[in-house]
C-alpha cells in the first residue's frame, strides 16, 4: 500500500517506456497551460503584492513555514500525554486546547484525539478529500491522498494495515475514523512496552507520523535503536 | 468480542463535554439515526458510502456553520450540529465486510441524519 504506484523495480530495465536507466519513473513534466484557478491565484497573488498587503518575502516564508512542518510537535504532545496523566485527560477532553498548550498553531483546527489501548486500534482516514492534522504531524503524504487508501480504508481497513506491516490480532477491535467535516483526528498510539522511567524528550523519538495516522505503531525501544544505528 | 456483532455498534458514554459550543441537537450520544438517502448537488460532506445507513451517535462535536453553504460564499447560518457517528461494518458492507464488529466513526450534520428508534 505504501507503494501502490508502478514502480519500475522488477521489471527489465534498460528499454521500459517512461523510466530511466535505474529504473525508476520520470516525473512527467508540467508543461501543459496554466489553468484557470492557477492564473487567478497568480493574478490575486500579484495584487495582493502590489496594493501593499502582503510582500513577497511575506508569501515566500509562509510556503517555507508550511513546508516546514514536522510530525515532531505531535510526538511532544503524545509523550506528554504517555508522562503525565493529568495532559493525556486534557488532551481526550479537548484535543486543540491541550495542543496549544505544547506550542501548536491551532488556528481553525479542532482537534479530536482518540486513545489506542490492548483492546482498541484507531486509524484515521478522510475519504472525501485529505483533511490532516497539519500543525502537529506536517504535511500528509501522498499515499495518505491517494484513492486507493482513500477508498480502501473504510472497506478492507485490516488488509490496508497489514500492507502497512501492521496485522492487529483477531482480539483488537478496529476503529477507523473518517475525517469528513471540521475536526481533525490525532492517534494517540500506546505506551511501547520496555520504556519504563524513560522521560518524555526519550519517549517522543518512539512516536512516528505513521503512528499517529495509525497505520504503525509507535516503536519498540530495539526498533528505535536499530533504526537510529542505520 | 462476539462473532454475531450488532448491526448497531456500542458507543461509550461520553466522558466530557464538547469542546465547541451547541445549542444541544435532535439526537443524543447513544441515539440511533440514519443517513438521508438524497442526492443534493454541491459541496456535500456526507459520503455516498453512508447514504441510507444506520448507525449511533457517538459523540456532538459542537454546532458548525454549514459547510454546504459556506462553499459558495454563503453565511452557514445559522450553525447546524455536528455529529460523530459510529457505523458497523456489516451495516455498511454487508456479508463483505472484512470483519462486521470493526466500525467507521463518520462525522456528520443534523440535517443528514433522521430518527432510526425503530431500528435499535
Redesign the interface.
Known amino acids: 500500500m505504501p507503494h501502490d504506484h508502478d514502480h519500475g523495480h522488477g521489471h527489465d530495465h534498460g528499454h521500459d517506456h517512461g523510466h530511466s536507466p535505474s529504473g525508476h519513473p520520470y516525473r512527467k513534466d508540467d508543461d501543459g497551460p496554466l489553468t484557470h484557478w492557477q492564473r487567478m491565484e497568480i493574478a490575486v497573488r500579484e495584487l495582493l503584492v502590489e496594493k501593499g498587503i502582503v510582500t513577497r518575502d511575506e508569501i515566500t516564508a509562509q510556503i517555507a513555514r508550511m513546508d516546514s512542518r514536522s510530525p515532531a510537535l505531535g510526538a511532544a504532545v503524545v509523550a506528554r500525554a504517555w508522562t503525565e496523566p493529568d495532559y493525556k485527560a486534557r488532551l ?6 491541550a495542543a496549544v498548550e505544547m506550542g501548536a498553531e491551532v488556528e481553525a483546527m ?1 482537534l ?1 484525539v482518540v486513545e489506542n489501548t490492548a483492546a482498541v486500534h484507531n486509524v484515521v482516514v478522510c ?2 478529500c485529505s483533511c490532516y492534522p497539519r500543525n502537529l504531524i506536517g504535511l500528509p503524504p501522498d499515499w495518505y491522498k491517494a484513492r486507493a487508501y482513500r477508498a480502501r480504508m ?6 490496508v494495515l497489514a500492507e502497512f506491516g501492521l496485522v492487529l490480532g483477531e ?1 483488537v ?11 481533525r483526528y490525532l492517534v494517540l498510539p500506546a505506551r511501547p512496552a520496555g520504556t519504563e522511567g524513560w522521560d518524555a524528550a526519550r519517549l517522543a523519538g518512539l512516536v512516528t507520523r505513521d503512528a499517529m495516522i495509525g497505520v504503525a505503531l509507535a516503536r519498540a525501544p530495539e526498533e528505535a535503536a536499530a533504526a537510529a544505528a542505520e | 468480542m462476539s462473532d454475531t456483532p450488532e448491526r448497531l455498534p456500542a458507543v461509550e458514554p461520553p466522558a466530557f463535554p464538547p469542546p465547541y459550543p451547541t445549542a444541544g441537537g435532535r439526537f443524543a450520544p447513544g441515539a440511533a439515526v440514519r443517513v438521508k438517502t438524497g442526492a443534493a448537488p454541491g459541496h456535500i460532506r456526507t459520503p455516498w458510502y453512508l447514504r441510507g445507513r444506520t448507525g449511533r451517535v457517538e459523540r456532538i462535536c459542537g454546532d458548525f456553520h454549514n459547510p454546504e453553504e459556506l462553499a459558495y460564499h454563503r453565511p452557514g447560518t445559522p450553525a447546524v450540529v455536528l455529529y460523530r457517528v459510529r457505523f458497523s461494518m456489516s451495516e455498511l458492507w454487508g456479508p463483505e465486510a472484512e470483519r462486521p464488529g470493526d466500525t467507521v466513526d463518520v462525522e456528520i450534520y443534523e440535517h443528514w441524519l433522521e430518527d432510526a428508534t425503530d431500528a435499535a
Open positions: 481526550l477532553a479537548d484535543g486543540s486546547a479542532k479530536v475519504t472525501l473504510v472497506r478492507e481497513p485490516r488488509k482480539g477491535q478496529l476503529r477507523v475514523h473518517d475525517s469528513t467535516a471540521d475536526m
